[in-house]
């Protein structure tokens, strides 16, 4: 089946550093990367669309100078969080489609678990 | 936009009951699917639904896919304490539109199975 893996799974780091999350497609070509960010006990809020070879398309609310986002190989994305707070703390989860077919399912990864001090 | 209501919010169950919930959208959706999500995991999808009406059964679980493409509902029976986790709706919009690819979830239902 389609496995999807994200790394890293766990990440704490001081305030104002910046975090890179990789997520990565391991037996499929994604053409398009979803990221979502979740707190605890609530839903899955999509941040941004990624697609492979093009800007990512961000939700409305997120600010794309804080959350950079990069697709540049079909079994690769990147969300990095700039100059983090203790606000951006949360679980981040991405996942992969390819979506050549209209009706191909989004498979998800772990999730990374970020922590701002 | 578009929003998902998902209920139950919670339930608490005995082993071996069957457990029901269910999701409503103002918006229709061409697809829907349910996700289970243990906790520290992303989701892992159940069931996908494709046409108004579909009635898919896994195993245990059997969802129907509403005949507005508006709603759906979900079962489990004869429930298993490994049955626990949060169970997540979620809409996919029709290709060509504005909301091709993606996902909206509902809130989520979060089951504990006492044995």
């Known amino acids: 089946g389609a496995v999807v893996s994200q790394h890293p799974s766990r990440v704490i780091c001081k305030s104002g550093t910046s975090v890179k999350i990789e997520c990565r497609s391991l037996?499929?070509?994604?053409?398009?990367m979803f990221w979502y960010r979740q707190f605890p006990k609530k839903s899955l809020m999509l941040m941004a669309t990624?697609?492979?070879?093009?800007?990512?398309?961000?939700e409305q609310g997120v600010e794309k100078d804080k959350f950079l986002i990069n697709h540049a190989s079909l079994t690769l994305s990147t969300l990095t969080v700039t100059s983090a707070h203790p606000e951006d703390s949360s679980f981040y989860i991405c996942?992969?489609?390819?979506?050549?077919?209209?009706?191909?399912?989004?498979?998800f990864g772990p999730g990374t678990r970020l922590t701002v001090l | 936009g578009q929003q998902l209501n998902q209920s139950p919010q919670s339930m608490f169950i005995q082993e071996g009951e069957d457990v029901s919930m269910n999701c409503t959208s103002s918006?229709?959706?061409?697809?829907w699917l349910w996700y289970k999500q243990d906790p520290g995991e992303g989701p892992v999808l159940l069931i996908a639904?494709?046409?108004?009406?579909e009635l898919t059964s896994n195993g245990r679980l059997t969802a129907q896919f509403g005949i507005t493409r508006k709603d759906s509902f979900l079962n489990i029976s004869a429930s298993i304490p490994s049955d626990v986790g949060i169970y997540f709706c979620?809409?996919?919009?029709?290709?060509?539109?504005?909301?091709?690819?993606?996902?909206?979830f509902g809130q989520g239902t979060i089951l504990t199975v006492h044995p």
């Open positions: 979620a809409g996919q919009g029709d290709a060509g539109g504005t909301s091709y690819g993606k996902l909206t």
């Open positions: 639904l494709y046409k108004a009406g």
């Open positions: 996942s992969a489609s390819n979506l050549v077919d209209p009706l191909d399912t989004q498979y």
């Open positions: 918006s229709i959706f061409n697809t």
């Open positions: 990624s697609n492979e070879g093009s800007k990512a398309t961000y």
């Open positions: 037996d499929f070509q994604a053409t398009t």
